[in-house]
Every structure is written in structure tokens, then in C-alpha cells.
């Protein structure tokens, strides 16, 4: 069974850089699909970041793209999410998915992690 | 790319059908048959319920049904239960990108 886990600061100042990791267990990100990013604010609905497959190819949300880098570490079968100059909009649980690359439907997810910018 | 647009509410009583309207444009829902769909419950993670527009995953009751038309996709609830109610997000390959739909609240009276 496919497991994904996020993990970092529940808390980040205004103007930095927030960072999260997602493990990934039960499923080598080597051997394919993408991995991605999605965020919600609280009470509000869910917003496409990013995602990256095991080589490298990364593809983000426009409305992101000038702040938003994501990396993978295929050797610990984990991928990355940094997010920089953040405000308080950019407040929101945010989740690490499995993206079936080219059919667009994310079939495993995490649970989720709150950062609150403040 | 902006959001799809989705009724902010539904409802309807148990044993009933409802159908949730999702509306893109020709850049995202009207290019590709590769619409899904999202269930969530309060503080869950989304769960996979239609992908590919009609497939439903393994597990999914054969109670939600999808389909589309032109720039529009729907998700049919039938047999209304009480489990079903939460947070539906619909969402489009949009050419790389994926965009998702600012969701529907379901009620079941």
C-alpha cells in the first residue's frame, strides 16, 4: 500500500522560505508516476503547486511558478517542496499526492500538514 | 489558469440522486477527457473518487457515476447515505498542469 507523509515547520515567518519533505513508503518513486503538491487554506479549497517525477521534471502552477522550487530524492524515496517570500496568504494545510502524470488524477495522498505563516 | 466552477452547495434527502456541475473552458475540461473527482471529510485528506471522467477506483461504490459534455463535467451521486456527505473537488488536466474546482458542500438532509 502506498503511503505518503508529510513533515516540516508548522510554523513560518513572513518573508521566508517554507519548506516540507513528503515520504514516500510502499511504492519507489524510481519506478514512475509523478509526485505533487497540492494546498488548502483553511475553510477554502484546494490549489494545485507543483509536481516532479523521478528524473527531475518538475511542473508548477503559474500563479506559483516565481516562488515555488520542488525536488526529489529518489535514494530516500522522498520529494521536497520550498516555497519562498511567503505571506500569511500562503497560510494552508498542505498535502504531497501521487499524480498519474499525463491523466491528471492524484490516486494516493497524504495527510496533511498545517503551516501557518505568522 | 483559473479555478473550475463549482455550486457552492447541494443537498438532497437520503435515497435521492444529486449531480454536481463542474465548468471549465476549452483550455482545460473541454481539451481532455481527464476530469476527476474528490471526496473530503472534515480535517481528511481528498479520497479519489472518478478519474478519466467515468472510471471509478477500486472500492468506490458504483453509486458515483461522472460524465461530460462540452466544457462541462458532472459527478452523480445516487442512492443518497448519509456517508456521503462532505466536500466534492472536481479537477482538470490543463496541459502539464492540473486545476482543480473550488468545491461543492454536499448535505444530506
Known amino acids: 500500500q502506498v503511503q505518503l507523509q508529510e513533515s516540516g515547520p508548522g510554523l513560518v515567518k513572513p518573508s521566508e522560505t517554507l519548506s516540507l519533505t513528503c515520504a514516500v513508503s510502499?511504492?519507489?518513486?524510481?519506478?514512475?508516476?509523478?509526485w505533487g503538491w497540492i494546498r488548502q487554506p483553511p475553510g477554502k479549497g484546494l490549489e494545485f503547486i507543483g509536481s516532479?517525477?523521478?528524473?527531475?521534471?518538475?511542473c508548477y502552477s503559474p500563479s506559483l511558478r516565481s516562488r515555488v522550487t520542488i525536488s526529489v530524492d529518489t535514494s530516500k524515496d522522498q520529494f521536497s517542496l520550498k516555497l519562498s517570500s511567503v505571506t500569511a496568504a500562503d497560510t494552508a494545510v498542505y498535502y504531497c499526492?501521487?499524480?498519474?502524470?499525463?491523466?491528471?488524477?492524484?490516486?494516493?495522498w497524504g495527510q496533511g500538514t498545517l503551516v501557518t505563516v505568522s | 489558469q483559473s479555478a473550475l466552477t463549482q455550486p457552492a452547495s447541494v443537498s438532497g434527502s437520503p435515497g435521492q440522486s444529486i449531480t454536481i456541475s463542474c465548468t471549465g473552458t476549452?483550455?482545460?475540461?473541454?481539451?481532455?477527457?481527464?476530469v476527476s473527482w474528490y471526496q473530503q471529510h472534515p480535517g481528511k485528506a481528498p479520497k479519489l473518487m472518478i478519474y478519466?471522467?467515468?472510471k471509478r477506483p477500486s472500492g468506490v461504490s458504483n453509486r458515483f457515476s461522472g460524465s461530460k459534455s462540452g466544457n462541462t463535467a458532472s459527478l452523480t451521486i445516487s442512492g443518497l447515505q448519509a456517508e456521503d456527505e462532505g466536500d466534492y473537488y472536481c479537477?482538470?488536466?490543463?496541459?502539464?498542469?492540473?486545476?482543480f474546482g473550488g468545491g461543492t458542500k454536499l448535505t444530506v438532509l
Open positions: 499526492a501521487r499524480l498519474y502524470g499525463g491523466r491528471g488524477f492524484f490516486d494516493y
Open positions: 510502499g511504492y519507489s518513486i524510481s519506478s514512475g508516476y509523478y
Open positions: 516532479i517525477n523521478y528524473s527531475g521534471s518538475t
Open positions: 476549452s483550455s482545460d475540461v473541454g481539451s481532455y477527457n481527464l
Open positions: 478519466e471522467v467515468t
Open positions: 479537477c482538470s488536466y490543463a496541459g502539464n498542469i492540473v486545476v
